[in-house]
């Protein structure tokens, strides 16, 4: 399993009228973790693409506990469960600086394409390598 935690203070214009995240904002939340969490183990976005592929969501779901609020300091715990093969999920919580339980829970699954036809194709090899070394680290406590 990978894990990674990603901080972000809410920005004026990620509210709606009532001061709130907008609902929507989540899954730009959703995104900073996934792509922080790439970035960590050596695989960010522009390398993927660079080798030819598009990792596009075809699924997202969120399930809306509690409100941030303008301001507020939040952070985005973005989990692998497992190496991906032609699908992976990866799964979401956010939470409030200091809150005990999270504000938000959610997912997204994605798919592999090749970038030069649009077709689906099984996870890169240099990624998955780099999922499986990111697990034995962590599992090794490193």
Same mark, same amino acid.
């Given at each position: 399993? #990978?894990?990674?935690?990603?901080?972000?203070?809410?920005?004026?214009?990620?509210?709606?009228?009532m001061?709130?995240?907008?609902?929507?904002?989540?899954?730009?939340?959703?995104?900073?973790?996934?792509?922080?969490? #790439?970035?960590?183990? =050596?695989?960010?976005? $522009?390398?993927?693409?660079?080798?030819?592929?598009?990792?596009?969501?075809?699924?997202?779901?969120?399930?809306?506990?509690?409100?941030?609020?303008?301001?507020?300091?939040?952070?985005?715990?973005?989990t692998? $469960?497992?190496? $991906?093969?032609?699908?992976?999920?990866?799964?979401?919580?956010?939470?409030?600086?200091?809150?005990?339980? $999270? #504000?938000?829970? =959610?997912?997204?699954?994605?798919?592999?394409?090749?970038?030069?036809?649009?077709?689906?194709?099984?996870?890169?090899?240099?990624?998955?390598?780099?999922?499986?070394?990111?697990?034995?680290?962590?599992?090794?406590?490193?």
């Amino acid at each position: 399993m #990978l894990k990674h935690r990603s901080k972000i203070r809410v920005r004026y214009a990620d509210t709606d009228q009532m001061k709130y995240v907008y609902y929507a904002k989540y899954f730009e939340y959703f995104e900073q973790g996934r792509s922080d969490l #790439l970035r960590e183990i =050596g695989v960010p976005y $522009p390398e993927i693409e660079s080798h030819g592929y598009h990792i596009p969501v075809i699924e997202a779901y969120a399930k809306y506990r509690k409100s941030a609020a303008y301001d507020e300091l939040i952070e985005i715990e973005t989990t692998v $469960p497992e190496i $991906p093969v032609a699908r992976f999920r990866i799964d979401y919580k956010v939470w409030r600086d200091g809150d005990p339980e $999270p #504000l938000v829970e =959610g997912y997204t699954v994605h798919s592999f394409l090749a970038a030069s036809t649009g077709k689906p194709t099984r996870a890169p090899a240099f990624l998955v390598q780099g999922m499986e070394e990111a697990m034995k680290a962590s599992s090794e406590g490193r």
